[in-house]
């Protein structure tokens, strides 16, 4: 789905999220997901310099910065990590539905990762009886991105694909034929990308956006990814309504 470059309109927003409510999605994925279609509305309707990424969203201007992948086939990104989708939790608002976050004069600095949302973790480790296979052969590395942990955790992180990469697609589908069939450029020239926002798993109970690096998905598709941190546990307002 390419979105459109003006910023949609609250009513819309306002719309959308009542209908996604009615079907029983529950509110702080409701309003992540709107608004990360929103922040990447606003991405793609601005020109991006490489040198200092700036772009203004709806609250505030944040800066990105910008990732080599150092591959003859990937060209860089643009990453924005920790970008608030929403208010923090806390206080008064825990346990309550997500409210829009507090619009900022200077600019953010959009260049790490945020805090991942509070969940269990057993001597410095997650435990492994709700994991995948791939996280318990590597559950150092998984659990390293989980220690900083704090209830300030809806964020977001963007990976946005530049227009300056040498990447190219062959046509073919088999990669072990290269009988010169001739590349395709699969590069547009700042036309409207899609998006692809992934939600992670865990069974509510635990995980986080920030184990997944959406730089080459976003390179190579020519895509914008968009993954995000949500509330877990019991501080997850799904298992309280919206």
């Known amino acids: 789905m390419a979105l459109p470059r003006c910023m949609w309109p609250n009513y819309v ?13 529950g509110a702080s994925l409701t309003l992540c997901v709107l608004a990360c279609l929103l922040q990447a509305a606003h991405v793609l309707s601005q020109k ?6 700036l772009v203004t969203t709806n609250f505030g201007k ?14 860089p990104v643009i990453q924005f ?9 806390t206080g008064e608002h825990r346990f309550q539905p997500p409210e829009p976050p507090s619009p900022w004069s200077d600019t953010r600095n959009a260049t790490q990762f945020a805090p991942v949302c509070p969940q269990n973790i057993i001597d410095g480790r997650l435990p492994e009886v ?10 150092d590395v998984v659990s ?4 900083d942990q704090s209830e300030d955790c809806l964020y977001l992180n ?9 990447l190219t697609k062959k046509q073919t589908d088999d990669l072990g034929d290269n009988d010169g069939a001739e590349d395709e450029d699969i590069r547009d020239s700042g036309g409207p990308k899609p998006v692809m926002v992934y939600i992670h798993g865990g069974s509510y109970m635990e995980g986080t956006g920030n184990l997944y690096d959406g730089s080459v998905l976003a390179s190579y598709g020519n895509v914008i990814v968009i993954t995000v941190n949500y509330r877990l546990g019991v501080l997850d307002t799904v298992f309280f309504g919206p």
């Open 13 to 25: 927003w306002r719309a959308v999220m009542a209908c996604l409510l009615h079907r029983g999605l």
């Open 62 to 75: 944040i800066r990105g910065v910008k990732k080599e992948l150092n591959n003859e086939i990937l060209g």
């Open 48 to 53: 991006l310099d490489d040198a200092d990424p």
């Open 158 to 166: 963007i990976y946005v694909p530049t227009e300056d990469g040498p």
């Open 144 to 147: 390293s991105y989980v220690q």
């Open 130 to 139: 709700m994991l995948p296979v791939w996280f318990t052969n590597n559950l």
């Open 81 to 89: 990590l920790g970008v608030p989708y929403a208010a923090p939790p």
